[in-house]
């Protein structure tokens, strides 16, 4: 009985340690959502309102271009710019990624079953792009990059996070790799498959949970990037993380619009992610447990 009393109220400090760490931990998505709803005054009222009467000013003013009638009257004039810089993250986020994960996994099924000379000092190299800041190599990057005229454009930034991702895609689907038994492998070489049939039909279906897993912190990666988005980019393939940021009206920064276009930027990855939930579960901790 009293094994089981002390059990309890451990469980009982874990769930309350647990409901703590939940409350600051969606303060800050709770006051993104608040802002985001509240008039302008509202959000820089002082002490902070808790209770306002919610409005999507703010999302009409991030999605549209408003300027003064003659009469004096606010009126919307046009589209911004936010709903394309979005469809730009969508297309440039979602593209690097399958191009990270699908050269990754190969790259991992290499490493993980051929013998190269010099495996280690290899997969330290590919490791070792990833340690290196990207304002560490943006100027000579946005040097060859304006040679090649790939300034501003889709392709060039997707060659530039398929680049910087595909380094930890090739790390994290190697353990992954590792695990599946070579047998199984061997089997299906025994009755005629190819070694690319092999792959494509035995390893890629045993590491679903690690090419989900992977393609999710690839995205996120890509999704955030904010220093090759500002400074490779102009208008055309401008991604939204530099739009947020330099939000501006006549009257200060728009921090209301910041906090609408931060949820709604949210939203896709959100949305990815809990649609990967149990592949990404089961992924983040294959081959945790050895038998």
């Not at 040679?147 to 501003?152: E, G, S, W």
């Not at 996120?220 to 530099?242: C, D, H, Q, S, V």
Request: with cysteine; proline share 5%; charged share 15%.
């Amino acid at each position: 009985m009293k094994r089981k009393s002390k059990e309890k109220a451990n469980h009982i400090i874990a769930l309350i340690v647990i409901f703590v760490a939940l409350i600051f931990y969606l303060i800050p998505v709770y006051w993104i959502i608040s802002t985001s709803f509240k008039p302008y005054l509202d959000i820089f009222a002082m002490p902070p309102k808790f209770l306002f009467k919610p409005t999507t000013d703010n999302y009409v003013g991030l999605m549209t271009v408003r300027a003064m009638s003659t009469e004096g009257e606010t009126e919307t004039v046009g589209a911004s710019p936010f709903p394309r810089q979005l469809l730009n993250s969508i297309i440039i986020g979602f593209v690097s990624t399958a191009l990270a994960v699908a050269l990754g996994t190969m790259s991992a099924y290499a490493f993980s079953r051929f013998p190269i000379k010099g495996k280690g000092d290899m997969m330290f190299f590919i490791l070792s792009t990833r340690m290196m800041p990207p304002v560490a190599v943006v100027i000579p990057l946005f040097l060859m990059y304006r040679t090649l005229h790939l300034i501003d454009t889709h392709f060039g930034l997707i060659l530039l996070y398929t680049t910087f991702n595909v380094s930890f895609a090739t790390w994290m689907m190697k353990g992954f790799i590792d695990e599946i038994p070579k047998e199984y492998e061997e089997a299906a070489l025994v009755d005629g498959y190819t070694r690319f049939q092999a792959f494509i039909k035995i390893i890629l279906p045993q590491s679903v949970t690690g090419i989900a897993a992977t393609a999710v912190f690839c995205l996120i990666t890509a999704w955030n990037e904010f220093t090759f988005a500002l400074i490779m980019t102009t208008k055309n393939a401008r991604t939204a993380p530099p739009s947020l940021a330099s939000r501006m009206g006549s009257s200060g920064v728009e921090w209301g619009q910041i906090a609408a276009g931060t949820l709604i930027f949210l939203l896709p990855i959100v949305v990815f992610t809990f649609i990967m939930r149990k592949h990404l579960l089961r992924g983040v901790t294959f081959g945790a447990i050895k038998k």
